[in-house]
């Protein structure tokens, strides 16, 4: 699936993905218009934040069951 998500650029023009206070993974939306909210969030704050367009994979739970079955 395709979405939106936002990077903050740094000085020497590398970037990386903006993060949610809680969690590690990198928050997606599918509409713009709610990662160009989040980026201006973000430049309220200093950043210089972009709306970049990213592909999108729901995560797989891996159970017991399934990780004794693939691994073992």
Same mark, same amino acid.
């Given at each position: ?18 993060? /949610? @206070?809680?969690?590690?993974?990198? /928050? @997606? ?5 709610? !990662?160009?909210?989040? !980026? ?8 210089? !934040?972009?709306? @970049? ?5 729901? /995560?797989?739970?891996?159970? /017991? ?8």
């Amino acid at each position: 699936m395709i979405g939106f998500s936002v990077a903050i650029r740094r000085k020497d023009g590398s970037m990386f993905f903006a993060s /949610p @206070v809680e969690g590690f993974a990198t /928050p @997606v939306w599918f509409m713009h218009w709610q !990662a160009l909210k989040h !980026a201006k969030e973000c430049r309220e704050h200093g950043s210089d !934040a972009i709306v @970049v367009r990213v592909e999108y994979q729901d /995560p797989s739970v891996v159970g /017991p069951k399934r990780y004794i079955g693939e691994f073992s």
